[in-house]
């Protein structure tokens, strides 16, 4: 049996991805034990899995509050900001190491003290992508190599100016293949893929209003949610339709915000997406991976308005797939990190153009349910462990 500590940064989004896995593998009785800042307990310890704090308290929910301008840094400048933290989340990580005495160490990609712990230990490392720009060492490089460079040198490392040892021994990712468009060069380290499988859908908690109309889904996530003006307009533009609509507005925001809603718009800080989607004909959003893969998996068009973060990556990997329209003003620039909405341009009428587009073409929904045959016909979590089972023997 294996000891698998696991290092992840205090999100959501961040973490949802890898409890398939880190339950699979509890399941078959290796001892997992996941580390990250203590805001994120409640969720890991609802999950089934043993919590040790690491590092500063905080949550990507409310990020601004330990890393000032967060929301407001874009894709590259928050990339750096986890790569700053790492040297501060390491020597509770190799404290915490040093007593587990782990056989492997689990990270997903941008949880960085990890990586530096496994230099500094010796231990076999592994990453679990969450998202669309998780596996290319060149591409981390060229974003944020400088403040990884200045990470190893605060724990102490050689420089790695290409960052070959960053994905450790291998990657495990359920990214669809059909959404992969950047022209990298190829990793290598072995790639694993697996399907994240989705709950069971419960009823939804109110009675349908519209129950013969589609059900769109809204959602800006549990990060970026905080983009109220942009919520709004989103709910205006799809309140209009002839549909039902379900807008989630996320712990920190108060589904009041955003005004005086008809009866066919149902707001919500949180309904379990699993239980929305089961239900809707389409979803519009921020292009979070987590939102995408879950309408992607039982076959649901988008409506994309990427903001930040791997957003504008995973948006313009549904558009070019076939399965999203965008809101995003321009075409894909060279820059595809700059695919970004400008929320103060989206209008009510753009938003109702392009969801009625959605729900009435059917080459989105043909898309996206190809995309769901192939999320399907991957692998479940647990078949990845031989393979990490083979990474520890050969230590």
Do not use: K
């Amino acid at each position: 049996m294996m000891r698998v500590l696991a290092s992840v940064l205090p999100g959501t989004g961040h973490l949802l991805p890898l409890l398939p896995t880190l339950q699979a593998l509890r399941g078959a009785g290796d001892t997992v034990l996941v580390a990250s800042a203590e805001p994120l307990r409640a969720e890991v310890e609802a999950a089934g899995l043993d919590f040790t704090a690491v590092g500063p308290s905080w949550h990507e929910s409310d990020a601004d509050a330990l890393l000032p301008g967060f929301r407001a840094a874009g894709s590259v400048g928050q990339l750096g900001m986890f790569a700053e933290l790492a040297p501060r989340v390491l020597p509770d990580l190799l404290i915490l190491a040093d007593e587990m005495r782990p056989h492997l160490l689990l990270r997903e990609p941008y949880e960085f003290a990890a990586w530096l712990a496994a230099e500094r230990t010796g231990l076999p490392m592994v990453v679990h992508a969450i998202g669309a720009i998780s596996g290319s060492p060149v591409l981390f490089a060229a974003l944020v190599g400088g403040p990884l460079s200045d990470a190893r040198l605060a724990a102490g490392l050689p420089a790695d100016p290409g960052l070959s040892t960053l994905y450790g021994r291998g990657m495990i990712t359920s990214y669809p293949p059909s959404l992969r468009f950047l022209q990298l060069p190829p990793s290598e380290v072995p790639h694993q893929l697996i399907r994240l499988p989705m709950p069971a859908p419960a009823e939804l908690p109110f009675e349908r209003v519209r129950p013969g109309r589609p059900l769109v889904y809204v959602t800006l996530g549990t990060v970026f949610n905080t983009a109220v003006e942009l919520l709004r307009t989103l709910v205006e533009g799809v309140a209009g339709l002839d549909v039902e609509v379900v807008v989630t507005t996320g712990p920190t925001v108060d589904p009041a915000t955003l005004g005086p809603q008809p009866a066919h718009v149902h707001a919500a800080r949180y309904i379990a997406q699993q239980d929305v989607l089961a239900a809707a004909a389409a979803v519009v959003c921020h292009a979070g991976v987590g939102t995408v893969y879950g309408a992607l998996s039982v076959g649901l068009a988008l409506v994309v308005a990427p903001l930040a973060a791997d957003q504008p990556i995973c948006a313009l990997g549904c558009v070019l797939a076939g399965a999203a329209a965008s809101l995003s003003p321009v075409p894909p620039p060279q820059d595809v990190l700059a695919y970004v909405t400008d929320p103060t341009a989206v209008t009510a009428p753009q938003v109702s153009e392009a969801t009625t587009r959605v729900l009435e073409t059917p080459g989105y929904g043909e898309a996206a349910r190809r995309i769901a045959a192939e999320i399907a016909a991957a692998p479940p979590p647990s078949s990845v462990r031989p393979w990490l089972t083979s990474l520890v023997d050969e230590v």
